[in-house]
């Protein structure tokens, strides 16, 4: 099998501004770097576990759920709570703030302790936010003496309202909570606004004794830290914010490889991915191609709701176009595009899905990209490789198991 280019699979290569892929034809490693960009700082879960943020360009590489890694890649966000490590800011009703109480997520001093003296709540927002379409809110706690936790965004005639079982790491319908090690859990509600008068609202947090009520109760406590509210669809990582809303810019990640890498005539693409939503109603694209999207292969989520793809274009004509919709995107899978003249094919995690016995290949295959414009690829990349060759059945399987 020749292998012309390798990226990730626990082997990350990256500075400012770049990220190397490999070629190791012949045992020869010749680096292939990949050019990134984010115009601003970011944040992501390191070896240690911890979150921690890195700069302007600096390609983000999460360990939260891999012990390998996985390039991470998200859109343009806004955290739009001025203060979200600082609860004494927030506003309260029956209830008394210690400072810096515990460790946080990130390694350092900073979460609070939020303790209720009657029936009451915490507010993260001291003003009210305006949306134009969905939002998410979402915050780190720690359980202290209640398993109990419920998140409501309340708007003018309409609320969303989430409760959270610590102790069983479980979110009623509409929520996620996600485990972020040393007890710490990242609880999150998504919704939509409903018109125009339900577009600014405000965001609760409740410690009551039973699921799903908002009614907190007194000696009721819990740490809290790194609240969050974005406008979108889904979650995606943190951003912190000390007395005013931060932005974090858009991660893109181009123009990897070059026309000796990549055959016209037949190859491989095979990429282990994961999508941050099944449905965003967008294209999402590892391409490689001419770059003027005249010839193509394209491993797409597509903008239906869990549909893999798999695109060829020739001379600006579609060759071949094979999906499915039997995958969560949401989850990791391995999936290979295979080329050659009539004969190309859609690889799944071990599992030939779908296959065309007609079509021509591209012409002037000379960049692999995750961010082509209007179908950018957010998401995580565990690992990518292409062959400059049509692989066998049995090497496609061994490849995508």
């Not at 405000?202 to 969050?228: D, H, I, K, R």
């Not at 181009?254 to 016209?264: A, I, K, R």
Request: glycine letters at 10%.
């Amino acid at each position: 099998m020749a292998n012309t280019l390798k990226f990730g699979n626990g082997k990350w290569y990256g500075k400012e501004g770049t990220i190397l892929a490999y070629n190791d034809e012949n045992y020869n490693y010749k680096p292939l770097p990949f050019n990134f960009e984010r115009g601003s700082s970011a944040t992501v879960v390191n070896k240690d576990g911890l979150i921690e943020t890195v700069g302007s360009d600096m390609p983000r590489i999460d360990y939260k759920d891999d012990s390998k890694g996985a390039l991470l890649l998200e859109p343009q966000r806004t955290n739009l709570i001025e203060y979200s490590e600082d609860a004494s800011q927030w506003l309260n009703v029956n209830e008394i703030i210690t400072k810096d109480e515990i460790i946080s997520p990130d390694g350092t001093l900073s979460a609070d302790k939020f303790e209720f003296t009657g029936n009451g709540s915490i507010r993260p927002n001291t003003s009210q936010l305006t949306f134009i379409d969905n939002y998410v809110f979402s915050v780190f706690i720690k359980k202290g003496n209640s398993r109990y936790v419920t998140l409501q965004a309340r708007f003018f005639t309409t609320s969303s309202t989430i409760g959270f079982d610590l102790d069983n790491a479980t979110a009623e319908s509409g929520g996620v909570i996600e485990n972020y090690g040393n007890d710490w859990f990242r609880l999150s509600l998504t919704n939509n606004v409903t018109g125009d008068a339900d577009r600014t609202g405000v965001f609760y947090v409740y410690l009551p004794n039973e699921l799903g009520s908002m009614t907190s109760v007194s000696g009721n406590y819990a740490y809290v830290w790194g609240a969050q509210v974005e406008e979108g669809s889904y979650l995606t990582s943190y951003i912190p914010t000390q007395g005013s809303a931060v932005t974090r810019l858009a991660d893109v990640c181009n123009n990897g490889g070059n026309e000796q890498v990549f055959n016209d005539s037949e190859g491989v693409l095979i990429a282990e991915i994961s999508a941050l939503d099944s449905n965003v109603g967008t294209e999402r694209y590892v391409y490689i191609g001419d770059g003027t999207n005249t010839n193509r292969l394209v491993i797409r989520y597509s903008p239906t709701e869990n549909d893999i793809r798999m695109l060829v274009s020739s001379g600006g004509s579609t060759q071949v176009s094979l999906g499915t919709t039997n995958y969560n995107v949401e989850e990791s899978h391995k999936i290979a595009l295979k080329y050659k003249v009539n004969d190309f094919a859609l690889w799944i995690d071990g599992v030939e899905v779908l296959t065309d016995t007609s079509g021509s290949t591209p012409i002037g295959l000379s960049e692999l990209t995750f961010s082509i414009t209007g179908a950018e690829f957010y998401g995580y990349m565990k690992q990518l490789q292409y062959f400059d060759k049509a692989l066998t059945d049995i090497e496609l399987k061994a490849l995508t198991t």
